[in-house]
């Protein structure tokens, strides 16, 4: 994002394995940081670093290092460059929403102010989707929880949100605890 904040899904065969959440600076095709590795599978929560090159607008690759080193490459997504409006993510959406205490299923209604509501089996959710200042296809993502079977009772989580449009509009958000300890990671189509 414009303010070297970094947020990051990955995954194999189309699924979703964990998201990382950071702070990059880049200059001259080159790019490192340090952050957070959420893996859904088991609950790992562990530092990395990461550092490789970038082509402007086209591809980035590198290395990722901590506990469970690699590599990566991710290419550009010309979503990025529509901007963000409230009207394309209104409606109502079905959220497979993963985090280390599980998967659910959830339907969860966004107005046209980018006002957030859920309630189901006893946790309501709240919160807003507000297109981010960058003026790119990046919300900013506030969730609050209340309920008995809230995994995140009396918590409110913050992240970004992203639209991929196509033959269908994917919308993904990941959201952590403000100490960062725990969040999830979830997706809609429509």
């Given amino acids: 994002m414009d303010t070297g904040e970094t947020w990051g899904i990955y995954g194999q065969n189309g699924l979703a394995h964990g998201a990382i959440h950071g702070n990059v600076s880049a200059s001259r095709s080159v790019f490192s940081g340090a952050g957070t590795d959420y893996y859904l599978y088991g609950g790992a929560i562990l530092p990395i670093n990461v550092s490789g090159t970038y082509t402007p607008a086209g ?54 102010t980018g006002q957030v509501s859920s309630n189901q089996a006893g946790c309501t959710q709240t919160g807003t989707v507000r297109p981010h200042r960058s003026g790119k ?51 809609a189509s429509k």
């Fill in 59 to 112: 591809s980035m690759s590198g290395d990722i290092g901590g506990v469970n080193p690699g590599t990566f490459k991710a290419d550009f997504d010309s979503n990025y460059l529509r901007p963000a409006s409230v009207s394309d993510v209104a409606g109502s959406w079905i959220f497979r929403a993963a985090s280390a205490g599980g998967i659910t299923n959830t339907p969860v209604t966004i107005s046209s």
């Fill in 137 to 187: 296809n990046v919300f900013d993502v506030s969730l609050s929880y209340s309920g008995p079977n809230c995994l995140f009772d009396q918590r409110t989580l913050a992240g970004v949100g992203v639209l991929s449009v196509g033959a269908r509009r994917t919308l993904t958000v990941a959201v952590l605890l403000p100490d960062g300890t725990d969040g999830f990671l979830a997706t």
